[in-house]
């Protein structure tokens, strides 16, 4: 079974700072899943990736496949950057099936 | 083309009483994903179904809880005599092939008292 850990826990930044989130899993993995969900509980699905980087307005998503890690970039953070950011990881061959996912990262933008 | 959608968004239910939370998928999307996110803690894998198949059930609990996505209409995860520790919320997300990117729903809350 794979084990998901995300770096930081919670993280408090202020506007403008550039983000980082981190993740690392255990066992190889088809596909990662980074997911974005706001105090109001809903669930974003904001990259899907194998290889290399991804890129989306302010979000820049990157992954090492022989490190076994990933991570979450925000540019120019905003207060409506706020959220709870999940990494998950599939299994090998899998998709969204059998998806295990670290715990989340509490992150607050403050103005 | 309209998201996941997920109804009831919120549902109380009495110990000992059925819950039926439904999702349905993007147009186009015969891939369905349930994920439970109980309080304090991450979400959880429950089943992944196609079109009338169940294709993997690893998440499931084994007694009361039962998933379906018939032909027609929506998928359908059914809870039976429910206690206060399914109390959590029901994601499903859906995807138009299995290793194409899954989108969710806003998910159902549901409460056991």
């Known amino acids: ?15 403008g700072e ?13 596909a990662l899943h980074w997911l974005q969900q706001h105090p109001g509980g809903g669930i974003v699905s904001l990259f899907m990736l194998s290889s290399g980087k991804k890129k989306h307005g302010r979000l820049i998503a990157t992954i090492n496949i ?4 990933s991570s979450l970039h925000i540019t120019a953070s905003h207060p409506r950057d706020s959220a709870v950011y999940i990494c998950a990881v599939g ?16 992150l607050i933008i403050q103005p | 083309n309209a998201g996941v959608m997920q109804n009831p968004r919120h549902l109380v239910r009495r110990r000992g009483q059925e819950a039926r939370l439904r999702c349905s998928p993007m147009k186009g999307h015969s891939h369905v994903y349930w994920y439970r996110q109980l309080p304090e803690e991450g979400l959880k894998f429950m089943v992944y179904l196609q079109k009338e198949n169940i294709i993997d059930e690893s998440g499931m609990p084994k007694e009361r809880f039962s998933a379906e996505f018939p032909k027609e209409g929506p998928s359908i995860l059914r809870i039976q005599q429910v206690v206060r520790g399914d109390s959590a919320a029901y994601f499903c997300a859906s995807s138009p092939a299995l290793q194409e990117r899954a989108f969710f729903g ?8």
């Open chain 1, 1 to 15: 079974k794979n084990e998901v850990e995300q770096s930081p826990q919670n993280l408090t930044a202020q506007e």
């Open chain 1, 18 to 30: 550039f983000i980082t989130i981190n993740c690392s899993y255990s066992v190889g993995i088809s």
């Open chain 1, 66 to 69: 022989q490190e076994k890690h």
């Open chain 1, 91 to 106: 299994p090998s061959g899998g998709g969204a099936d059998g998806l295990t996912f670290g715990k989340g990262t509490h």
């Open chain 2, 106 to 113: 806003q998910g159902t809350r549901l409460t056991v008292v």
